[in-house]
T-cell receptor
Framework: EPEVTQTPSHQVTQMGQEVILRCVPISNHLYFYWYRQILGQKVEFLVSFYNNEISEKSEIFDDQFSVERPDGSNFTLKIRSTKLEDSAMYFC?????????????FGDGTRLSIL | SQQGEEDPQALSIQEGENATMNCSYKTSINNLQWYRQNSGRGLVHLILIRSNEREKHSGRLRVTLDTSKKSSSLLITASRAADTASYFCATDAGAGGTSYGKLTFGQGTILTVHP
Protein backbone atom coordinates (compact mmCIF):
# COMPACT_ATOMS: atom_id res chain seq x y z
CA GLU A 1 0.00 0.00 0.00
CA PRO A 2 1.38 3.46 -0.87
CA GLU A 3 2.62 5.46 2.06
CA VAL A 4 3.88 8.87 3.02
CA THR A 5 7.59 8.89 3.80
CA GLN A 6 9.43 11.46 5.86
CA THR A 7 13.13 12.15 6.28
CA PRO A 8 15.05 12.38 8.47
CA SER A 9 13.43 10.42 11.27
CA HIS A 10 15.33 12.47 13.83
CA GLN A 11 16.96 15.88 13.40
CA VAL A 12 19.05 17.59 16.06
CA THR A 13 19.83 21.26 15.44
CA GLN A 14 21.30 24.18 17.33
CA MET A 15 18.93 26.99 18.17
CA GLY A 16 18.94 29.67 15.48
CA GLN A 17 19.84 27.28 12.70
CA GLU A 18 17.63 26.53 9.72
CA VAL A 19 16.12 23.07 9.22
CA ILE A 20 14.36 21.49 6.29
CA LEU A 21 12.04 18.56 6.90
CA ARG A 22 11.26 16.45 3.88
CA CYS A 23 8.22 14.46 2.88
CA VAL A 24 7.24 12.37 -0.10
CA PRO A 25 3.44 12.24 -0.23
CA ILE A 26 1.45 9.51 -1.92
CA SER A 27 1.96 10.00 -5.63
CA ASN A 28 -1.58 10.71 -6.83
CA HIS A 29 -2.56 12.86 -3.88
CA LEU A 30 -3.27 16.54 -4.38
CA TYR A 31 -3.53 17.95 -0.87
CA PHE A 32 -0.61 18.17 1.51
CA TYR A 33 -0.34 19.05 5.17
CA TRP A 34 2.09 19.57 7.99
CA TYR A 35 1.16 18.96 11.62
CA ARG A 36 3.26 18.96 14.75
CA GLN A 37 2.99 17.24 18.11
CA ILE A 38 4.88 18.64 21.06
CA LEU A 39 5.66 15.90 23.56
CA GLY A 40 2.59 15.13 25.66
CA GLN A 41 0.37 17.53 23.74
CA LYS A 42 -2.19 17.37 20.96
CA VAL A 43 -1.42 17.05 17.29
CA GLU A 44 -1.65 20.60 15.91
CA PHE A 45 -2.35 21.70 12.36
CA LEU A 46 0.33 23.90 10.80
CA VAL A 47 -0.48 24.32 7.12
CA SER A 48 -2.30 22.89 4.13
CA PHE A 49 -1.07 23.12 0.55
CA TYR A 50 -2.90 22.65 -2.72
CA ASN A 51 -2.20 23.59 -6.31
CA ASN A 52 1.25 24.91 -5.38
CA GLU A 53 0.08 27.36 -2.81
CA ILE A 54 -0.86 27.50 0.84
CA SER A 55 -4.57 26.89 1.35
CA GLU A 56 -4.75 27.50 5.05
CA LYS A 57 -2.31 28.06 7.88
CA SER A 58 -2.53 28.21 11.64
CA GLU A 59 -1.31 30.89 14.01
CA ILE A 60 1.72 28.72 14.70
CA PHE A 61 2.79 28.96 11.06
CA ASP A 62 4.44 32.37 11.26
CA ASP A 63 7.13 33.96 9.10
CA GLN A 64 9.83 31.55 10.28
CA PHE A 65 7.99 28.69 8.55
CA SER A 66 7.66 28.04 4.84
CA VAL A 67 6.57 25.12 2.66
CA GLU A 68 7.52 24.15 -0.84
CA ARG A 69 6.83 21.46 -3.39
CA PRO A 70 9.99 21.88 -5.43
CA ASP A 71 9.83 19.02 -7.88
CA GLY A 72 6.37 17.48 -8.01
CA SER A 73 7.17 14.70 -5.58
CA ASN A 74 8.76 16.20 -2.47
CA PHE A 75 6.98 18.46 0.00
CA THR A 76 9.22 20.34 2.41
CA LEU A 77 8.82 22.33 5.60
CA LYS A 78 11.52 24.88 6.33
CA ILE A 79 12.01 26.47 9.72
CA ARG A 80 14.31 29.44 9.28
CA SER A 81 15.63 30.32 12.70
CA THR A 82 14.77 27.54 15.08
CA LYS A 83 13.74 28.13 18.67
CA LEU A 84 13.75 25.76 21.60
CA GLU A 85 9.95 25.61 21.47
CA ASP A 86 10.08 24.24 17.92
CA SER A 87 11.15 20.90 19.38
CA ALA A 88 8.38 18.47 18.44
CA MET A 89 7.36 15.63 16.16
CA TYR A 90 6.48 16.98 12.73
CA PHE A 91 4.06 14.96 10.64
CA CYS A 92 3.43 15.28 6.95
CA UNK A 93 0.10 14.09 5.53
CA UNK A 94 -1.55 13.92 2.14
CA UNK A 95 -5.02 13.23 0.83
CA UNK A 96 -6.65 12.53 -2.49
CA UNK A 97 -9.12 14.64 -4.41
CA UNK A 98 -11.24 16.95 -2.32
CA UNK A 99 -10.01 16.75 1.26
CA UNK A 100 -13.38 17.60 2.69
CA UNK A 101 -14.43 14.13 3.61
CA UNK A 102 -11.26 12.31 2.65
CA UNK A 103 -8.93 10.59 5.09
CA UNK A 104 -5.45 11.96 5.47
CA UNK A 105 -2.47 9.62 5.23
CA PHE A 106 0.32 10.42 7.65
CA GLY A 107 4.02 9.71 7.60
CA ASP A 108 5.86 8.42 10.66
CA GLY A 109 7.14 11.88 11.45
CA THR A 110 10.43 13.68 12.02
CA ARG A 111 11.47 14.20 15.60
CA LEU A 112 13.05 17.68 15.74
CA SER A 113 15.22 18.43 18.75
CA ILE A 114 16.49 21.99 19.18
CA LEU A 115 19.47 22.41 21.50
CA SER B 1 -13.39 22.07 26.83
CA GLN B 2 -11.53 22.37 23.58
CA GLN B 3 -12.47 21.03 20.16
CA GLY B 4 -12.09 17.27 20.03
CA GLU B 5 -11.78 16.16 23.62
CA GLU B 6 -11.67 12.42 24.24
CA ASP B 7 -12.53 10.50 27.32
CA PRO B 8 -11.37 8.52 29.04
CA GLN B 9 -7.77 9.66 28.87
CA ALA B 10 -6.66 6.09 29.50
CA LEU B 11 -8.45 2.76 29.23
CA SER B 12 -7.13 -0.63 30.29
CA ILE B 13 -9.03 -3.79 29.36
CA GLN B 14 -8.54 -7.51 28.82
CA GLU B 15 -8.32 -9.11 25.41
CA GLY B 16 -11.76 -9.98 24.11
CA GLU B 17 -13.50 -7.11 25.88
CA ASN B 18 -15.00 -4.13 24.09
CA ALA B 19 -13.43 -0.69 24.30
CA THR B 20 -15.45 2.49 24.03
CA MET B 21 -13.92 5.92 23.62
CA ASN B 22 -15.82 9.18 23.46
CA CYS B 23 -15.10 12.48 21.80
CA SER B 24 -16.77 15.84 22.26
CA TYR B 25 -16.34 18.95 20.18
CA LYS B 26 -17.60 22.51 20.18
CA THR B 27 -18.09 23.85 16.67
CA SER B 28 -20.16 22.54 13.79
CA ILE B 29 -18.28 20.06 11.65
CA ASN B 30 -18.04 18.77 8.12
CA ASN B 31 -16.84 15.36 9.24
CA LEU B 32 -15.18 13.63 12.17
CA GLN B 33 -12.37 11.13 11.85
CA TRP B 34 -10.74 8.64 14.18
CA TYR B 35 -7.03 7.86 14.03
CA ARG B 36 -4.77 5.41 15.81
CA GLN B 37 -1.17 6.07 16.77
CA ASN B 38 1.21 3.37 17.86
CA SER B 39 4.12 4.51 19.99
CA GLY B 40 6.69 6.37 17.90
CA ARG B 41 4.71 6.05 14.69
CA GLY B 42 2.47 8.25 12.59
CA LEU B 43 -1.30 8.45 12.70
CA VAL B 44 -3.29 5.78 10.92
CA HIS B 45 -6.74 6.66 9.65
CA LEU B 46 -9.45 4.36 10.99
CA ILE B 47 -12.81 5.71 9.99
CA LEU B 48 -14.51 8.89 8.79
CA ILE B 49 -18.08 9.84 9.54
CA ARG B 50 -19.76 12.77 7.85
CA SER B 51 -21.98 15.26 9.63
CA ASN B 52 -25.12 13.83 8.00
CA GLU B 53 -24.31 10.28 9.13
CA ARG B 54 -25.19 8.79 12.51
CA GLU B 55 -23.35 5.50 12.55
CA LYS B 56 -20.63 3.76 10.59
CA HIS B 57 -18.97 0.36 10.79
CA SER B 58 -15.63 -0.91 9.62
CA GLY B 59 -14.65 -4.43 10.69
CA ARG B 60 -14.51 -4.43 14.50
CA LEU B 61 -14.97 -0.67 14.65
CA ARG B 62 -18.23 1.13 15.16
CA VAL B 63 -18.46 4.91 15.22
CA THR B 64 -21.47 6.99 16.16
CA LEU B 65 -22.00 10.69 15.72
CA ASP B 66 -24.52 12.86 17.51
CA THR B 67 -24.33 16.35 16.07
CA SER B 68 -26.99 17.66 18.46
CA LYS B 69 -24.74 16.75 21.40
CA LYS B 70 -21.55 17.42 19.44
CA SER B 71 -20.17 14.06 20.40
CA SER B 72 -18.88 10.86 18.85
CA SER B 73 -17.94 7.45 20.15
CA LEU B 74 -15.59 4.77 18.87
CA LEU B 75 -16.31 1.18 19.85
CA ILE B 76 -13.73 -1.53 19.27
CA THR B 77 -15.29 -4.94 19.71
CA ALA B 78 -13.46 -8.12 20.73
CA SER B 79 -10.26 -6.21 21.41
CA ARG B 80 -6.82 -7.69 20.81
CA ALA B 81 -3.42 -6.94 22.32
CA ALA B 82 -2.48 -5.44 18.93
CA ASP B 83 -5.16 -2.77 19.44
CA THR B 84 -2.97 -1.22 22.15
CA ALA B 85 -2.35 2.34 20.94
CA SER B 86 -3.49 5.93 21.34
CA TYR B 87 -6.75 6.83 19.64
CA PHE B 88 -7.59 10.34 18.50
CA CYS B 89 -10.68 11.96 17.16
CA ALA B 90 -10.18 14.78 14.69
CA THR B 91 -12.75 17.21 13.41
CA ASP B 92 -12.91 18.94 10.08
CA ALA B 93 -14.86 22.08 10.80
CA GLY B 94 -14.82 23.33 7.23
CA ALA B 95 -18.00 24.73 5.77
CA GLY B 96 -19.00 26.89 2.90
CA GLY B 97 -16.07 25.81 0.78
CA THR B 98 -13.45 27.39 3.00
CA SER B 99 -11.81 24.29 4.44
CA TYR B 100 -8.97 22.45 2.81
CA GLY B 101 -8.90 19.56 5.24
CA LYS B 102 -7.57 21.20 8.36
CA LEU B 103 -8.05 18.67 11.17
CA THR B 104 -8.33 19.59 14.83
CA PHE B 105 -7.23 16.73 17.06
CA GLY B 106 -8.19 15.83 20.57
CA GLN B 107 -5.82 14.84 23.35
CA GLY B 108 -6.41 11.15 22.70
CA THR B 109 -7.26 8.04 24.65
CA ILE B 110 -4.46 5.62 25.54
CA LEU B 111 -5.85 2.12 25.17
CA THR B 112 -4.04 -0.82 26.71
CA VAL B 113 -5.31 -4.31 25.93
CA HIS B 114 -3.87 -7.00 28.17
CA PRO B 115 -3.43 -10.49 26.68
Amino acid sequence: EPEVTQTPSHQVTQMGQEVILRCVPISNHLYFYWYRQILGQKVEFLVSFYNNEISEKSEIFDDQFSVERPDGSNFTLKIRSTKLEDSAMYFCASSAENPRGQPQHFGDGTRLSIL
Amino acid sequence: SQQGEEDPQALSIQEGENATMNCSYKTSINNLQWYRQNSGRGLVHLILIRSNEREKHSGRLRVTLDTSKKSSSLLITASRAADTASYFCATDAGAGGTSYGKLTFGQGTILTVHP
